[in-house]
């Protein structure tokens, strides 16, 4: 018996970096997981790696900034899936390419509005296209992603940051709406993780840098923070909600 054998679980920003080793262990652990990223093609070829290990994946092409694209893929899944039991809204970051690094004061107003579209106006997209499936379940799992940043403050991404902190206040929000329907609403918050597939120096020396402050000082990768989400899709944290999980090491502490 696998711990998420009978789970269908939904993860966004699944086709790389921490979504990727999100799909990957949540599909090793017995979910069936539908797999969501706008890069179809990467997101294609991961879950066909990970049917080939003997999981199942089911991967959507979507833009999560989209709702009704959003929620068609969500639709999608539970129909394929049979049901839908968590939903881990993972894609974020910056793909403003190149974000501006500038004081806040200079942040460019288009930049801070994608900041705020992409990281919290698409978890509450993610949140509003799942709770049907899961209140039809009787119950589920919610994980918003959010960042150590909110705890540290880091200079040149005020927008990020701030984004990233809003979700806190909705998390708390919403898992006061949902308990009733026995439906959890968690925050996991990663360090500054190497989820770069190919990074440079430069990034590699960034990263080793916030390694130096963590009580456990080394770099964080990937695969530090899926048994977090693993064990939030599952029925071991059935009695956890509206909470915040910092996953980094201790570099943060609140
Ligand atoms: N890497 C870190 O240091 C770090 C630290 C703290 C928090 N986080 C958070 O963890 C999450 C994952 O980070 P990561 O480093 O793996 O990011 P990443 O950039 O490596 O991967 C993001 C994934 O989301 C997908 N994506 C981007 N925009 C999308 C959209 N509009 N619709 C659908 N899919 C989209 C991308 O194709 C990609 O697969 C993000 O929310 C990020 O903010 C990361």
Same mark, same amino acid.
Request: proline letters at 4%; a neutral charge.
């Given at each position: #018996?696998?711990?998420?054998?009978?789970?269908? &679980?939904? !993860?966004?920003?699944?086709?790389?970096? *921490?979504?990727?080793?999100?799909?990957?262990?949540?599909?090793?652990?017995?979910? #069936?997981?539908?797999?969501?990223?706008i890069?179809?093609?990467?997101?294609?070829?991961?879950?066909?790696?990970?049917?080939?290990?003997?999981?199942? $994946?089911? +991967? *959507?092409?979507?833009?999560?900034?989209?709702?009704? $694209?959003?929620?068609?893929? !969500?639709?999608?899944?539970?129909?394929?899936?049979?049901?839908?039991?968590?939903?881990?809204?993972?894609a974020g970051m910056l793909n403003v390419v190149?974000i501006?690094?500038?004081?806040?004061?200079?942040?460019?107003?288009?930049?801070?509005?994608e900041?705020?579209?992409l990281?919290?106006?698409?978890?509450?997209?993610?949140?509003?296209?799942?709770?049907?499936?899961?209140?039809?379940?009787?119950?589920?799992?919610? &994980?918003?992603?959010?960042?150590?940043?909110?705890?540290?403050?880091?200079?040149?991404?005020?927008?990020?940051?701030?984004?990233?902190?809003?979700? *806190?206040?909705?998390?708390?929000?919403?898992?006061?709406?949902?308990?009733?329907?026995?439906?959890?609403?968690?925050?996991?918050? +990663?360090? /500054?993780?190497?989820?770069?597939?190919? +990074? /440079?120096?430069?990034?590699?020396? #960034?990263?080793?840098?916030?390694?130096?402050?963590?009580?456990? +000082?080394?770099?964080?990768?990937?695969?530090?923070?899926?048994?977090?989400?693993?064990?939030? #899709?599952?029925?071991? /944290?059935?009695?956890?909600?509206?909470?915040?999980?910092?996953?980094?090491?201790?570099?943060?502490?609140?």
């Amino acid at each position: #018996m696998n711990r998420l054998d009978g789970k269908a &679980v939904v !993860v966004t920003g699944s086709a790389h970096g *921490i979504g990727r080793a999100y799909a990957e262990r949540l599909a090793a652990d017995g979910a #069936m997981v539908a797999m969501l990223d706008i890069d179809g093609r990467r997101n294609d070829e991961v879950a066909a790696r990970i049917r080939a290990a003997g999981g199942s $994946a089911l +991967p *959507i092409t979507t833009d999560v900034r989209d709702f009704a $694209a959003f929620k068609s893929a !969500v639709d999608r899944a539970a129909a394929e899936l049979g049901r839908l039991t968590g939903i881990a809204n993972n894609a974020g970051m910056l793909n403003v390419v190149p974000i501006t690094r500038c004081a806040f004061e200079d942040i460019p107003d288009a930049e801070w509005d994608e900041s705020f579209r992409l990281n919290t106006k698409s978890a509450w997209y993610g949140c509003k296209a799942a709770v049907p499936h899961l209140r039809a379940n009787g119950g589920g799992s919610i &994980v918003n992603v959010g960042s150590s940043t909110i705890f540290r403050g880091v200079p040149t991404r005020a927008h990020y940051v701030a984004a990233k902190a809003a979700l *806190i206040g909705f998390n708390r929000t919403i898992a006061r709406e949902l308990g009733k329907d026995g439906i959890r609403v968690n925050l996991v918050c +990663p360090g /500054s993780t190497l989820s770069e597939e190919d +990074p /440079s120096e430069a990034t590699v020396r #960034m990263r080793e840098e916030v390694a130096k402050t963590r009580c456990i +000082p080394r770099l964080e990768r990937p695969a530090d923070l899926v048994g977090t989400m693993s064990f939030l #899709m599952s029925d071991d /944290s059935a009695f956890i909600t509206g909470q915040t999980f910092l996953v980094d090491g201790g570099s943060a502490m609140h």
